[in-house]
Nanobody
Framework: QVQVVESGGGLVPPGGSLRLSCAAS????????MGWFRQASGKEREFVGV????????IYADSVKGRFTISRDNSGNTAYLQMNSLKPEDTAVYYC???????????????????WGQGTQVTVSS
């Protein structure tokens, strides 16, 4: 099996930065794809971005493009979400998810991910 653990959430003022980490362990050959999603209070969970490790480009939601960056460590087992120029509307619980690569999958969809972390709260407020 695969375990996914996020860390790094917290309170940050508007315009600030925060970096989230996502560590995958266990059968990590099933974690070529690592995605980030978020869920604001009272809203549905939404796609933030996805890293296709050594397979394809990193893709971002339009709402975070140019402000958020996803990276992976050399092993590929840890993903980072660097969030800059944060806005109050970025406030949400952020989730990391992992999946094996399938060419037919659309990794913007949360249903493609079998492995999920517990989530970490990000609050953007002055």
């Amino acid at each position: 099996q695969v375990q996914v653990v996020e860390s790094g959430g917290g309170l940050v003022p508007p315009g600030g930065s925060l970096r989230l980490s996502c560590a995958a362990s266990g059968r990590t050959f099933n974690t070529k794809i690592m995605g980030w999603f978020r869920q604001a209070s009272g809203k549905e969970r939404e796609f933030v971005g996805v890293s296709h490790w050594s397979i394809g480009p990193t893709i971002y939601a339009d709402s975070v493009k140019g402000r958020f960056t996803i990276s992976r460590d050399n092993s590929g087992n840890t993903a980072y979400l660097q969030m800059n120029s944060l806005k109050p509307e970025d406030t949400a619980v952020y989730y990391c998810a992992a999946a094996p690569f399938k060419s037919s999958s659309n990794y913007r969809r949360e249903t493609e991910y079998p492995y999920w972390g517990q989530g970490t709260q990000v609050t953007v407020s002055s």
